[in-house]
């Protein structure tokens, strides 16, 4: 055999090789996960939980195909959903049902998934159509949903913290004092929101022993404490449970050409100092705000407004509070001193730009004034922070009514993560947070958007293995034969 015809055998023997090669790559799903938030990255975490599910798992996947136009993401879904079947051992069973279809709409309906309107333009006229987008989760008789699910961010954190709640059911209870002086119905999101989690909330206890089967405390405002409430709270915290206070430096009156009511010291701090906090009576400016469209004075129509007493603060901190936030908004906010020391963890989570002043509790509040810079104050200044001593943690928000219906003025959808988020962390679960990405869509029946998916990007990485390699392979073996028939065997 001479030198060519070995070669010839070995660059045959590299084709099976690589055929071969390629075809366990392809079944065994190797992908790479080249989107910006690792969308498609399953976490070790997840990984370990899923592997270990104790029980079968039946999973529907609802998705209308009417939004395949502006949401372009139902493989991207699926394709995950069919990794986390995977990684289960078989203990995960993946129905990709489409309730556009009578039969599935019946079974979207019996879930209680609930339909949404989206808008589309067929022959110059807008039509709105009814769509569904959401998961039935279903284990050991027990049913949880994910009612809104079309881009594959956060996919992982949503099915896994409902997974979770279905496998290892918990009873997560948390005290809740309104004392603002405000209806409790002005804080309808933030019981919602904390609903939607799985977490129960107990209201206004009337004695500490109430509260023995709740883990987190939370307290809104400071101006109207009964003596019953102020010594459950002030015991709460001294037996060194974790808490979440968000109160104001003053109060508003919207309906009084929005005039302050200034506040004396905070009745609870004393609590505060035993975690190196203190609340300040001042308030909050940023021309990094809000902007409110009002009536106008000639009540002719709206005028736009910079109004720097609602700024909107970038989160700061290492947090898994902050997980997914771009921005929150705050209204009438104070600001926190610190006084960190060798027994406490300090963590800023809201902190203004350098662009922000402080000015007097008793500054007027009407949007129509000019708003003048005290150069003197200007600079950073810390709206929410968490802190922690050997025993226990405090989360302090200098803004009582950052969750309050006021976040429809403001888009402020990310204030009410920002405080789910703050409570999932005092009970414990900082697993699931760190399973959220660091990207949010806000209102995702309206964003339309570039897709994130790299099924283009890994089906070329295939195309290269196939062609590029093997034209390789061809052209080293041309080299080869051309430099043996000029230069001999």
Excluded at 314 to 328: A, E, K
Excluded at 480 to 487: E, H, N, S
Aim: hydrophobic content about 40%; charged content about 20%.
């Amino acid at each position: 055999m001479n030198f060519l015809d070995k070669h010839k055998i070995i660059f045959i023997l590299s084709l099976v090789f690589l055929v071969l090669l390629l075809g366990v790559v392809s079944v065994y799903s190797f992908q790479f996960d080249l989107t910006s938030g690792k969308i498609y990255s399953v976490t070790d975490y997840s990984k370990r939980f899923l592997s270990g599910l104790p029980d079968y798992l039946t999973v529907s996947f609802f998705y209308s195909d009417k939004l395949s136009k502006s949401f372009p993401y139902k493989d991207s879904i699926l394709r995950i959903l069919n990794e986390f079947q995977k990684l289960s051992d078989g203990k995960i069973t993946v129905l990709n049902i489409n309730p556009d279809t009578p039969d599935g709409k019946r079974k979207a309906e019996n879930y209680g998934l609930i339909p949404h309107q989206i808008m589309s333009v067929q022959s110059s006229s807008e039509i709105y159509e009814v769509v569904y987008s959401g998961i039935v989760l279903e284990y050991r008789g027990q049913v949880l949903t994910i009612p809104i699910i079309l881009t594959p961010e956060n996919l992982e954190y949503e099915f896994i913290s409902k997974v979770t709640r279905l496998v290892e059911p918990k009873d997560y209870r948390v005290v809740f004092f309104n004392c603002t002086g405000w209806e409790d119905s002005l804080f309808n999101y933030a019981y919602e929101v904390l609903y939607n989690e799985g977490i129960d909330i107990l209201f206004n206890p009337a004695n500490y022993e109430e509260t023995v089967n709740c883990q987190v405390l939370v307290v809104f405002g400071d101006t109207n404490v009964s003596t019953e409430q102020e010594e459950i709270i002030n015991r709460w915290v001294k037996d060194g449970k974790k808490s979440l206070f968000a109160i104001s430096p003053a109060g508003i009156d919207i309906a009084g050409n929005w005039v302050s009511r200034p506040k004396e010291e905070s009745r609870f701090q004393i609590l505060f100092n035993l975690f190196g906090l203190s609340l300040k009576n001042n308030f909050v400016l940023d021309y990094s705000n809000v902007r409110l469209a009002l009536l106008n004075k000639n009540g002719t129509g709206y005028d736009m407004f910079n109004y720097p007493f609602w700024p909107r603060v970038i989160p700061s901190g290492n947090s898994v509070i902050l997980n997914g936030l771009s921005s929150i908004d705050f209204f009438w906010p104070g600001y926190i001193e610190t006084e960190p020391n060798y027994d406490l963890k300090i963590t800023p989570l809201a902190e203004t730009g350098k662009l922000s002043w402080l000015d007097e509790i008793t500054a007027g509040t009407d949007p129509y004034q000019d708003f003048q810079a005290d150069q003197e104050t200007m600079g950073e200044h810390l709206i929410a922070v968490s802190s922690e001593n050997k025993n226990s943690e405090l989360i302090l928000v200098a803004d009582e009514l950052f969750v309050s219906n006021l976040i429809e003025s403001s888009n402020g959808v990310f204030n009410l993560y920002f405080f789910s988020q703050a409570v999932q962390h005092l009970l414990g679960l900082d697993d699931i947070l760190s399973l959220k990405k660091n990207y949010l869509i806000y209102n995702p029946l309206i964003f339309s958007g570039q897709s994130e998916d790299n099924s283009k990007t890994i089906m070329n990485i295939y195309l290269c293995l196939f062609l590029l390699i093997p034209l390789l392979i061809v052209f080293i073996f041309i080299l080869v034969r051309f430099y043996i028939k000029k230069y001999g065997k």
